[in-house]
């Protein structure tokens, strides 16, 4: 059955369905009575895609920044500048406010603002947090000034978190970046703290704060941004949802996107500024127990410092933990280097393997005896508990040797009697 044999009333009902308009001019084309039926619903949608124009007369005037031009739109035809320019699936900046801090003209924005323009309208964006994304210092200070919430939460994310995460540049390209480095976000943080932010603020699913965010980008002004949450009173201890610190977050293998330069660095400000090692997750892992790769860092934390020794009890639950990582995972060439070298750290600083942790002795796991350092241990160990064995069965046939006798001296001195 071809579709021009259907009741015109049913082709009409597809047509309407149709989402695309190439499909509907596809059927136009077939022939002179598909072209009657869809011509009506053609109509129809231009008419309603009039209705939000993409290239909205106030829009267009905004995104070439004629400041003159929205100000005589505005005024004669008693506009709302609240209004909205287009669908959001148009366009995010799709309020007057958002276009003019999208295209950075902070004078048309200013224009918006004293005509009426809510800078903590309720869109998917607010118009802080778009001036934050693109870098603009300007555009963010003059929407701080006009009453802009700066710890305002809009799709999991905060102004201070939304700083925290922009790529000033590609994942790829993070060993040369470009002359200006991370200067702005800086620069815009700082103003953000300046004007109140809270560098302890949770939000989000994983609960974390300004620290707990710093370990995901390897920043150029690492030491800098640091003093800066600190000198506003940024928490080093602080625990997000999974009950981590940003120690335990630093220590990640992704952590500052395997910059292990930047990671090494994040590590010493933590300690040297009084970090507790000792706290642990909602795992029991104190930070040395989470799964890391790099000597140099692993022993940046068995520094002597206040509260970063690392006692007894910590480091044989990462000795622990170390060793008993699958036999198939530590087998590789590389991975087995490593571990011996964070062995022969722990080992150093106090770490013992005779002690049992979570029922087992790390001595008695099986990989144990692949590592050097720890091969003698385990030889002295089996030989101890074969030493043991042995002494307590000469104790037993001791034991039973005089039971015998004691048994027989009472037979011979009943048979006496």
Known sequence: MSLDSLPIEVIYLIVSYLPRRKDMLSLLRCNRMLHDIVIRPLYKQDKDERKYAVDHPLQWLIERGFESGVQRMISQNNLDVNMKLCPRYYMWANTPLLCATKSGHTNIAELLLRNGAQVNLDTDMPALQYGVRLGDFNMTSLLLQHGAHVD???????????????????????????????????????????????????????????????????????????????????????????????LHDSFAHNAFLGNKKAQKEFVELLLRSGADISIRNWKREPPLGIRFGDPDIFAQALKPGPRTRCHVEKGTMALHRIVKTSLRKQKGKK???????????????????????????????????????????????????????????????????????????????????
């Open 152 to 246: 305002l939460v809009s799709s999991g994310i905060c102004p201070l978190g939304r700083a925290l995460e922009c790529d000033t540049w590609s994942s790829e390209t993070w060993n040369n970046p470009p002359p200006e480095g991370d200067k702005k976000f800086v620069n815009i943080i700082s103003l953000l703290l300046a004007h109140g932010a809270d560098p302890n603020f949770q939000y989000g699913d994983e609960l974390p704060t300004c620290l707990h965010r710093m370990t995901r980008r390897p920043w150029i002004s690492m030491k800098k941004l640091f003093r800066l949450f600190l000198d506003y009173g940024a928490d080093l201890n602080a625990q997000d949802s999974g009950g981590n610190t940003p």
């Open 335 to 417: 991975q087995r280097q490593v571990n011996t070298v964070l062995i022969e750290l722990l080992l150093e600083h106090g770490a013992r393997a005779d002690q049992v942790v979570d029922g087992k002795c790390v001595l008695d796991l099986p990989a144990a005896g692949m590592y050097p350092v720890l091969e003698n241990l385990v030889g002295v160990r089996m030989t101890a508990r074969g030493a043991s064995r042995k002494s307590s069965s000469e104790s037993s046939s001791e034991s039973f040797v005089k039971d015998s006798s004691k048994d027989s001296s009472t037979k011979e001195v009943s048979g006496g009697k």
